[in-house]
């Protein structure tokens, strides 16, 4: 089932220039998995006019937030509202290019390969035209608004 750039503002927290996804291409409820595009244009975030490109490094923010949206199916399945996840540890991540080129479309990867107390460890893959170019294992905690006030001070607004 696609999900468009509109609906996945009602899944996760992020907004504006920070939403680099453009829409999911599939998810699985079952497997935990998630598939998603972002194409690479001049008012990304990280776009540098000096490469004409966004970094590679930047296909992890894309691989966080897959994860965030897949959260947010999650909780929407179960009517619940969305929350807010950290980036606990990325004890992997291998790229295979320096950065994505303007014009071109990332796809991502992500699948929830352990939960244990609503800590979650995926595993992520990018990819440029079906060729895998950026992998890595991520390790995220969900949080409730309480207790993301509680550890922000209440300094960071959705």
């Given at each position: 089932?696609?999900?468009?750039?509109?609906?996945?503002?009602?899944?996760?927290?992020?907004?504006?220039?920070?939403?680099?996804?453009?829409?999911?291409?599939?998810?699985?409820?079952?497997?935990?998995?998630?598939?998603?595009?972002?194409?690479i244009t001049g008012n990304c975030l990280f776009y540098d006019p000096a490469t004409d490109g966004v970094p590679a490094?930047?296909?992890?923010?894309?691989?966080?937030?897959?994860?965030?949206?897949?959260?947010?199916?999650?909780?929407?399945?179960?009517?619940e509202k969305p929350t807010i996840g950290f980036i606990l540890s990325v004890p992997s991540m291998r790229m295979e290019?320096?950065?994505?080129?303007?014009?071109?479309?990332?796809?991502?990867?992500?699948?929830?390969?352990?939960?244990?107390?609503?800590?979650?460890?995926?595993?992520?893959?990018?990819?440029?035209?079906?060729?895998?170019?950026?992998?890595?294992?991520?390790?995220?905690?969900?949080?409730?608004?309480?207790?993301?006030?509680?550890?922000?001070?209440?300094?960071?607004?959705?």
């Amino acid at each position: 089932m696609v999900i468009e750039q509109e609906e996945m503002l009602t899944l996760m927290p992020h907004k504006g220039k920070m939403l680099l996804l453009d829409r999911v291409l599939e998810y699985n409820s079952n497997t935990h998995s998630l598939r998603a595009e972002y194409r690479i244009t001049g008012n990304c975030l990280f776009y540098d006019p000096a490469t004409d490109g966004v970094p590679a490094w930047a296909g992890f923010e894309c691989m966080a937030q897959a994860i965030s949206v897949l959260t947010g199916i999650r909780k929407r399945e179960r009517g619940e509202k969305p929350t807010i996840g950290f980036i606990l540890s990325v004890p992997s991540m291998r790229m295979e290019i320096p950065l994505f080129k303007n014009g071109s479309t990332v796809q991502v990867y992500i699948e929830e390969t352990d939960c244990t107390n609503m800590i979650y460890s995926f595993d992520t893959a990018a990819f440029l035209e079906n060729k895998k170019v950026m992998e890595g294992n991520m390790m995220v905690m969900e949080v409730s608004d309480e207790k993301f006030n509680e550890l922000t001070g209440g300094a960071f607004l959705r």
